[in-house]
């Protein structure tokens, strides 16, 4: 079975600046995917390529066989890849439901029946629907990473992209939304890969991981193998270049 | 020949001193300040009236009407513009404002047109057509002004805390410099190099209310065409519109050479948003 | 019907606008009423007049979607009222009298499709926003200036002259039918011609800015980067709006011409240009209500400045705009309109409070 995701040989280079050389991995439909790495090794230059905010410099990216890397970000977006970025950016002066209206309309057009469907499954995954008149710019920190999250996930993406979405949470908002992560990829079946630096969130999510270091993969196992591991050690507290 | 030549070094010298302010300011604040046309003419309208109502010598009006220039923008920094830096629209709209407000006061306190001032240098001919020695002074004052602003960037504590600052404000603010005092003086070198121009000009033009806004959007052009960069920026586009708009008003007439740089200038916002200072910026980092 | 009718106005109400109650609506359909009533009971010169204020709110209305609702501040809206009083001219002098909504017809299409590669430009060659505003600026004095150098008899297109820096003058007035069965809008008419499409418009508007479009604009203003995360082009929501927007603007500038009979460079001018920014941001630019009223009374002021002498209704604009940016960021009529809803809301909350039902004193 071919794989949903595939980055086949991925460059990236900025002016003189190498970031990603030669990054090769696939994700197969349906399973999570961890993107550890220590800071500067690439992990959201990889994810911004991924989503279309950059364009490699070489190698390929591809969704079910189809490459997307050059495209849009907003024809990347439709293919089914949704993403939740690092800062948090919620539409602030808006409210939660609409903020998760505007994640979803374009899915469901004028049928407004279906549209507050959704929205109110979506609310109630995320455990905001007592929020949802509130302005988004007044909610915590968490629930706005919620929210956004939400919002990723709403249009039934087939992929979503979580770029550290645990960054400023408190240790129970970090295990709710381990909790919610795990329910989206094991009920819905949804293909996730995660950047992530938070090892609570990452134990919590028992996925196989993939370690990053100096723009391509060093090293693909489980989080047990990733612990003893005595390279990935390294490279983390370093030694070894 | 002549006669081009003449007139691409009296746009190069208008420009560059128009703009510097402007650009300065923009430069290191990253605002864009509409009332540069006001300081300019403040600078033009003391002047004429320190020659013809209190009798001094023109060379002593100009920089006394450029201090004054600089005075009114540290007040206004003060009391409005340091509230706006974070709201770019909205103080390009409050430095529109301040705009009219004074052109208007001055308009409805002193008349629409103020005494003449005479140039003070005399003319020379060349062919059959007469030329002002005074514009090759207002050369000499442009050349001066941008080796000015040049050492002051380079040279002096300022402009080191002035170049870390455009570079990273944040940073700048936690390594000490107080970049309120800073801003505040770069607003007032802006304000007082506008004043200037606006005296300097007094000489050659009418001088009323609208003295500056000949001034402003022409320096707009010269800002966007040069970029960022408060030396390269205003150099480099006002040699390069400089040209163009002395070859388009010597071959027909200044109405084309002013629809030259707006075209110009569009197509550089559109193809080459950095200006010359991204193309500098691309060169440097190419070699 | 009655249904009918329902789903009408919920697709009116929303979060993008003002006024949603029961109570804003039968407030809204009275001044309405007065409205088309006035002219009846008004004399002549001021009912003409005032049908010539509305006609601003046009390009007030214009500027208001792109940048409070869109986030796109454009200089160039003053442009295209200008020049679609150009168009309408041209046309309009050309042909016979009869056919003037033709002429209408063709100011219209022809700067929204001048909006549409000035959009183009703009939106898909990634200028971004303080750049828009400049680049729009210089348009706008691109067209003053190339304008103003048609003086002379050689600048005309069929017999109409464009008259340089003094204008196209002789310039019909709108009209239907012909002959002793034509009505010519002017005065009266006038007036009802303006408000009809005035109401027609505002209520267009409000439909557009509560539907799923109007959603996007604004999610367009707030973040356009999450935006195209969500699959969204936002180059084609901001050229869709700034077409519309030009629409609108275009109107305003068919009725100017009209009602002026003449039509000039200066309407484009760099004074020209300020006042709609002054009216928007003065009112309140994220509301079409607030615009709506804040251009009306603000051209009536300066209609009241300019006869009293003229010299200080620059001033007063200039200190308005100051004080807006200053004081009232959020525009003063939006200020007072959320103050009054606040109002209103603990006035709500005061009588809950003192129902029995509620646990109230009785």
């Known amino acids: ?241 | 020949m002549f006669g081009l030549f003449y007139q691409i070094l009296a746009t190069f010298s208008f420009l560059v001193l128009s703009t510097t302010g402007l650009a300065i300011i923009f430069g290191v604040m990253n605002i864009i300040n509409f009332a540069h046309a006001s300081f300019i003419m403040l600078g033009a309208v003391v002047t004429v009236y320190l020659v013809s109502a209190a009798n001094l010598s023109v060379f002593l009006a100009i920089p006394l009407a450029a201090l004054i220039a600089a005075a009114v923008g540290a007040f206004l920094e003060m009391t409005l513009i340091r509230r706006l830096y974070n709201r770019k629209l909205d103080c390009l709209l409050a430095t529109w404002a301040i705009n009219i407000i004074i052109v208007q006061a001055v308009f409805l306190w002193l008349g629409t047109s103020q005494p003449g001032i005479d140039q003070p240098f005399g003319s020379f001919t060349v062919g059959d057509a007469a030329y002002n020695y005074y514009e090759l002074f207002l050369f000499g004052c442009a050349a001066l002004v941008l080796v000015a602003v040049f050492l002051l960037f380079r040279f002096t504590r300022f402009g080191l805390n002035v170049r870390a600052a455009m570079q990273n404000r944040d940073m700048a603010e936690g390594l000490g410099t107080n970049t309120t005092a800073m801003y505040l003086k770069t607003f007032a070198l802006g304000a007082g190099l506008a004043g200037l121009t606006g005296a300097l000009y007094a000489p050659l033009m009418p001088v009323s209310p609208y003295f500056g806004d000949r001034f402003l959007w022409r320096a707009f052009t010269v800002l966007i065409v040069g970029g960022a960069d408060p030396l390269i920026g205003p150099l480099m586009s006002s040699v390069a519109l400089g040209s163009v708009y002395g070859g388009l008003t010597w071959l027909w007439d200044s109405v084309a050479g002013s629809i030259g740089i707006l075209l110009i200038t569009m197509i550089f916002i559109r193809v080459l948003p950095q200006g010359f200072t991204g193309l500098w910026d691309i060169l440097r980092a190419k070699k | 019907m009655r249904s009918k009718f329902f789903d009408f106005i919920t697709a009116l109400n929303g979060p993008q606008t003002v006024g949603s109650s029961p109570l804003y609506w039968r407030s809204f359909a009275i001044v309405c009423a007065l409205l088309l009533l006035y002219p009846i009971i008004g004399e002549d010169y001021a009912v003409s007049n005032n049908g010539f204020l509305m006609v601003w709110v046009f390009l007030g209305l214009s500027v208001c979607i792109l940048w409070g609702y869109t986030g796109i501040f454009s200089f160039g809206q003053t442009a295209f009222f200008g020049l679609a009083g150009y168009v309408y001219g041209v046309v309009s002098i050309n042909i016979p009298p009869e056919y003037s909504m033709l002429a209408a017809v063709c100011g219209i299409a022809l700067i929204m499709l001048l909006s549409a590669i000035v959009g183009y430009v703009i939106f898909y060659g990634g200028i971004s926003s303080l750049y828009i505003a400049i680049f729009t600026l210089m348009l706008t004095l691109l067209a003053e200036t190339l304008l103003s150098r048609t003086s002379g008899p050689q600048f005309r297109i069929g017999s109409a002259l464009l008259g340089g820096s003094n204008g196209m003058v002789g310039i019909p007035p709108l009209q239907i039918g012909s002959g002793d069965f034509a009505i010519v809008f002017v005065d009266k008419p006038f007036f009802w011609l303006v408000a009809a499409l005035l109401i027609l418009v505002f209520l267009g508007l409000r439909f557009l800015l509560n539907s799923n479009w109007g959603y996007l604009m604004v999610a367009t203003r707030e973040d356009p980067l999450r935006t195209q995360l969500f699959g969204y082009d936002i180059r084609r929501i901001q050229l869709m709006t700034y077409i519309i927007a030009g629409g609108i603007a275009a109107l305003g500038g068919v009725l100017f011409a009209s009602w002026n009979n003449f039509i000039a460079p200066s309407s484009m001018g760099m004074t020209a240009a300020t006042l709609p920014i002054i009216w928007v941001a003065a009112g309140g630019r994220a509301s079409i209500q607030a615009v709506t009223i804040s251009t009306f009374t603000l051209q009536w002021i300066n209609q009241q400045l300019a006869y009293g002498g003229g010299e200080y209704s620059l001033m007063f604009f200039a200190i308005l705009l100051l004080c807006t940016v200053m004081l009232f960021p959020q525009g003063i009529v939006t200020t007072i309109e959320m103050a009054l809803e606040e109002y209103l809301e603990r006035r709500r909350v005061a009588r809950l409070e003192k129902s029995p039902l509620l646990g109230g004193r009785l």
């Open chain 1, 1 to 241: 079975m071919s794989d949903l995701v595939t980055v086949e040989n991925l460059h990236k280079s900025f002016g003189g600046l190498q970031v990603l050389r030669g990054m090769s991995f696939g994700v197969p439909e349906g399973e999570m995917r961890v993107l550890l790495g220590p800071n500067g090794c690439g992990k959201s230059t990889f994810l911004k390529t991924m989503i279309g905010l950059h364009r490699p410099s070489a190698g390929e990216i591809r969704l079910a066989g189809e490459r997307i890397d050059g495209l849009h970000p907003h024809e990347i977006a439709r293919l089914g890849v949704s993403t939740k970025l690092q800062v948090p950016s919620v539409f602030r002066e808006l409210s939660v439901y609409q903020n998760i209206r505007i994640a979803v309309q374009r899915e469901t057009g004028r049928d407004a029946r279906s549209r507050n469907m959704v929205i109110d499954e979506t609310l109630d995954m995320i455990g905001l629907i007592t929020q949802a008149g509130n302005r988004a710019g007044n909610l915590s920190h968490g629930h706005q990473q919620w929210l956004e999250i939400g919002m990723a996930i709403a249009s039934q993406p087939r992929i979503l992209l979580l770029d550290e979405p645990t960054a400023g949470m408190t240790p129970e908002e970090t295990q709710q939304t381990a909790q919610i992560v795990l329910r989206l990829n094991r009920q819905k079946g949804m293909t996730v890969i995660i950047v992530e630096h938070d090892m609570a969130f990452v134990s919590a999510l028992d996925a196989p991981i993939l370690v990053l270091n100096q723009g391509s993969i060093f090293f693909e196992g489980t989080l047990r193998q990733v612990r003893t591991h005595q390279g990935v050690k390294e490279i983390y507290f370093g030694s070894r270049a």
